[in-house]
């Protein structure tokens, strides 16, 4: 069964950065899509980034444009978040979640990483 | 940008009754639409993808349908663990994917 776990979350403060790391189990990573989709406290779901598997097409959302920067290790079997210039509006649960494509649902999901920021 | 509205914000069902969720997109996104289960504390899990297929080990009484614009989820017989929140995903026109905002079923 595949699993996706996250790490790197943590509290910083304003302005500051953080790197987030999802490891996956299996064989066969390199293949699907990966997306970042976070979760503010009491709120609903929004999707962030996208990276497919070997294409190396990247997707952001407008909100994070320009301050994230997603990434993939396939040999490592990761997918990486590189988050600068932090907000306090950035503070979420971050998901990683797997899609076969980039055109399909996001199947297999991470337990995620909470990103609290913060003065 | 695609609006994914979801209604109602929250639905109170009594166990063993039928729960019946709504799901509207501003714009057609064909059947690539899916629904994700969330409980507290837990991350979201795929019940529904491509509008109406259920995902692995999703029980044969949740099912979806639509098409275009207008879709459902369903739920034959409320069972204790089908008490969360619901999400619907559009996944046609990206990006940016979109969420509806939520569905809650409680109990009643």
């Known amino acids: 069964e595949v699993q996706l776990v996250e790490s790197g979350g943590g509290l910083v403060k304003p302005g500051g950065s953080l790197r987030l790391s999802c490891v996956a189990s299996g064989s066969t990573f390199s293949t699907y899509s990966m997306t970042w989709v976070r979760q503010a406290p009491g709120r609903g779901l929004e999707w962030v980034s996208s990276i497919s598997g070997t294409t190396g097409y990247i997707y952001y959302a407008d909100s994070v444009k320009g301050r994230f920067t997603i990434s993939r290790e396939n040999a490592m079997n990761s997918v990486y978040l590189q988050m600068n210039s932090l907000r306090a509006e950035d503070t979420a649960v971050y998901y990683c979640?797997?899609?076969?494509?980039?055109?399909?649902?996001?199947?297999?999901w991470g337990q995620g990483t909470m990103v609290t920021v913060s003065s | 940008e695609i609006v994914m509205t979801q209604s109602p914000a929250t639905l109170s069902v009594s166990p063993g009754e039928r729960a019946t969720l709504s799901c509207r997109a501003s714009q057609s996104v064909r059947t690539n639409l899916a629904w994700y289960q969330q409980k507290p504390g837990q991350a979201p899990r795929l019940l529904i993808y491509?509008?109406?297929t259920r995902a692995t080990g999703v029980p044969a009484r949740v099912s979806g349908s639509g098409s275009g614009t207008e879709f459902t989820l369903t739920i034959s017989s409320l069972q204790s663990e089908d008490f969360a929140v619901y999400y619907c995903?559009?996944?046609?026109?990206?990006?940016?994917?979109?969420f509806g905002q939520g569905t809650k079923v409680e109990i009643k």
């Open positions: 995903q559009q996944y046609y026109n990206w990006p940016p994917y979109t």
């Open positions: 979640a797997r899609g076969y494509t980039l055109r399909d649902a996001f199947d297999i």
């Open positions: 491509g509008a109406s």
